[in-house]
């Protein structure tokens, strides 16, 4: 009798997932999501929903603008509604470390550069709102602001460390006797 290898290289395998408007593919690392058949249903119900399957480096341009202009229009809020000027020097510096994120995020060769400022200004801003909630012990509007940026924070972390950490080589399977 003659014995069968069968090898499965990492990057030749593909899943597939059922979701209500169509399939995902997975193949090699990338994803994509194509709508096929749409009056194939699936079914089993866990199939049903979208999901999302992209990296944090292709998420972090969109976080940091959507973080940076959270922080501008809350500046520009908190200035208008009290005068503060300290709210609105720090809304627009916080729109402008997140706008420079968003740039250096966008290239390859700058996206860990772009992943340590977001990071930075993430800890800042959760610094500030963190220190003012335990002096004033009022919940509005630092509270909000310390879980969003303690969020943002955590997010920034892992895509430094997913951007900048080395890939790993994964050998290539044993074939099976």
């Known amino acids: 009798m003659s ?3 069968l090898t499965l290289p990492v990057t030749s395998v593909v899943s597939v997932r059922n979701t209500k ?17 749409l009056s194939e249903k699936s ?6 929903g979208l999901c999302c399957k992209a990296e944090l480096s292709e998420l972090a341009p969109a976080a940091s603008a959507a973080y ?17 000027k300290g709210s609105l020097f720090g809304g627009l510096t916080g729109s402008v ?14 996206r860990v550069l772009g ?3 977001g990071l930075g200004s993430a800890f800042l801003f959760a610094s500030i709102f963190g220190f003012r909630l335990a002096s004033s012990r009022k919940p509005v509007p630092a509270l909000p602001l310390l879980l969003l940026s303690s969020g943002m924070l955590s997010f920034f972390v892992m895509a430094y460390m997913h951007d900048s950490l080395p890939a790993i080589p994964v ?4 074939p099976l006797p």
Do not use: H, Q
């Open 43 to 48: 079914k089993s119900r866990r199939g049903y």
């Open 68 to 84: 940076g202009v959270l922080l501008l229009g809350g500046g520009l809020f908190a200035y208008s509604k009290s005068g503060s």
């Open 3 to 5: 014995s069968l290898a």
């Open 21 to 37: 408007l169509g399939r995902s593919f997975c193949n090699g690392g990338r994803n994509w999501s194509g709508l096929i058949k």
């Open 171 to 174: 050998p290539e399977p044993l």
């Open 115 to 117: 992943d340590t400022i």
């Open 97 to 110: 470390l997140m706008a420079s994120a968003y740039f250096l995020t966008k290239s390859p060769e700058t």
